[in-house]
């Protein structure tokens, strides 16, 4: 594998369920991010992790729960979400901290739609 | 309020023309620029980026121009070419406390192109 894989690619669930999106980076990189697009608006950031700890929240619901176990595994737990949380999930990756400006590279994503 | 703005929803070229892609941004904290394409079922892939320090930067067919007194940027693309077909997103950012690009998206650009 090479890049950045996301599973699964499409996922249906209902507002009770519990549910998570895996990402995962072969890149060598020390930072991940996990962003958010609904219908008609831009991607949005969510979560941003460097070496495993969570270094920004951009205010997401309590329902997004983010875990990085490695730098190279970032997951989504997702609980009791609603109707308006469907939308197509991406997982990025960089090299944070370097001389020069770093290029997120991202993942296929997951489309979610929930019932 | 969006903070960075693509007013082309959509675009159509003809094989072999210019494709010009533009993008206007609304805070002048922003110092680093990206152009992010993205195909049908696949996550954004990164094409062409400018410091503010510069006004131009070229990568083979792609060139995009800053004009930062106007809080405007371009994408050039010539010759046009069918595989250019996609859509094109444009990323605005600063460096947070933590050495992360907090990329700010517009909502994106289809280009055609017209064989």
């Known amino acids: 594998e090479t890049g950045v894989t996301q599973t699964p690619r499409h996922l249906v669930m209902g507002m009770t369920n519990k549910k998570s999106l895996k990402c995962e980076q072969h890149?060598?990189?020390?930072?991940m991010y996990w962003y958010k697009q609904s219908a008609k608006k831009p991607l949005e950031l969510m979560f941003v992790?460097?070496?495993?700890?969570?270094?920004e929240n951009n205010s997401v619901p309590s329902r997004f729960s983010p875990e990085c176990p490695n730098s190279s595994h970032l997951f989504l737990h997702l609980h009791t979400l609603q109707p308006e949380d469907s939308a197509l999930y991406l997982c990025?990756?960089?090299?944070?901290?370097?001389?020069?400006?770093?290029?997120?590279?991202f993942g296929p994503g997951t489309r979610l739609l929930v019932l | 309020d969006q903070q960075v703005k693509q007013n082309s929803p959509s675009l159509s070229v003809q094989e072999g023309r210019i494709s010009i892609l533009n993008c206007d941004y609304t805070?002048?904290?922003?110092?680093?620029f990206l152009w992010y394409k993205k195909y049908p079922a696949e996550g954004p892939t990164f094409l062409i980026s400018?410091?503010?320090?510069?006004d131009k930067n070229e990568d083979g067919r792609f060139t995009v121009f800053l004009n930062k007194s106007a809080k405007h940027l371009s994408l050039h693309i010539v010759p046009s070419q069918p595989g250019d077909s996609a859509v094109y997103f444009c990323?605005?950012?600063?460096?947070?406390?933590?050495?992360?690009?907090?990329?700010?998206f517009g909502t994106g650009t289809r280009l055609t192109i017209i064989p």
């Open positions: 990025a990756s960089s090299q944070a901290g370097g001389l020069s400006r770093e290029t997120q590279y």
């Open positions: 890149l060598g990189h020390n930072a």
């Open positions: 992790y460097n070496f495993k700890e969570q270094t």
């Open positions: 805070n002048s904290m922003f110092d680093y």
């Open positions: 400018i410091s503010s320090i510069k």
């Open positions: 990323a605005a950012s600063a460096l947070s406390n933590f050495g992360n690009e907090k990329l700010t």
